[in-house]
């Protein structure tokens, strides 16, 4: 497993502060995790697979919330982020009444301990969140069970779980959500040459909670 470099639990208030500042200043959204076509290649995945736009969507660590903007437009009306950085949250507010997109719900969470009310989702969607939690350097392991715990929870029976990650093989992801989901299809990321070998540096995979 490969360790690219995430901030520690107490530089992401920090950054998501710094991001705030900027979007006040300039109206800059800030980085957008894995480029735009991540975000692309999970609305196509919804569009080609038929979701229904009423279909309750979770974005886990939703950041600056532009993936649940990009949803919106696409005419996805229930739609949720969630991340544990208030500053977050406060960029991810200013971004969506920017963009005039009431409908989105916004809230502080922590994923690893959701509240009650964080259940019954058709879709959950990660890009990056479980990456970084699989670095913290307290008990990764201990919370990566947490997570796949919590996934069970809010995710609905047969719901959909899209997740993004440069930190883990299409192998390791399916080991590490072996209990309780089914892998349903491996969605197409870029390629890189090295050393004669063809690689991804990023894994985009589609499971199904059992």
Not at 121 to 127: A, S, T, V
Request: glycine fraction near 8%; charged fraction near 25%.
């Amino acid at each position: 497993m490969s360790s690219p470099f995430f901030p520690s639990d107490s530089s992401w208030d920090a950054a998501y502060e710094r991001e705030l500042q900027t979007f006040e200043d300039i109206g800059d959204t800030g980085e957008i995790w894995f480029g735009e076509e991540s975000m692309v290649r999970i609305i196509r995945w919804l569009e080609k697979h038929k979701i229904p736009l009423d279909s309750s969507v979770l974005d886990i660590g939703t950041g600056n919330g532009v993936l649940l903007v990009e949803l919106a437009k696409s005419g996805y009306m229930n739609l949720t982020g969630i991340d544990y950085s208030p500053s977050a949250i406060q960029l991810s507010e200013k971004v969506r009444e920017k963009e005039g997109m009431s409908n989105i719900k916004l809230k502080v969470e922590d994923f690893l301990a959701p509240s009650a009310e964080l259940s019954g989702f058709d879709i959950c969607i990660d890009k990056g969140t479980f990456d970084a939690i699989s670095l913290d350097p307290s008990d990764a392991a201990g919370k990566r069970q947490l997570y796949v715990g919590s996934l069970c929870r809010v995710l609905k029976p047969e719901g959909f779980f899209l997740i993004t990650s440069c930190n883990w093989t299409r192998e390791e992801l399916l080991n590490e959500f072996r209990e309780g989901f089914e892998i349903l299809e491996e969605l197409p990321t870029p390629k890189f040459c090295f050393g004669g070998r063809i690689g991804n540096s990023v894994t985009a995979l589609v499971f199904q909670r059992k």
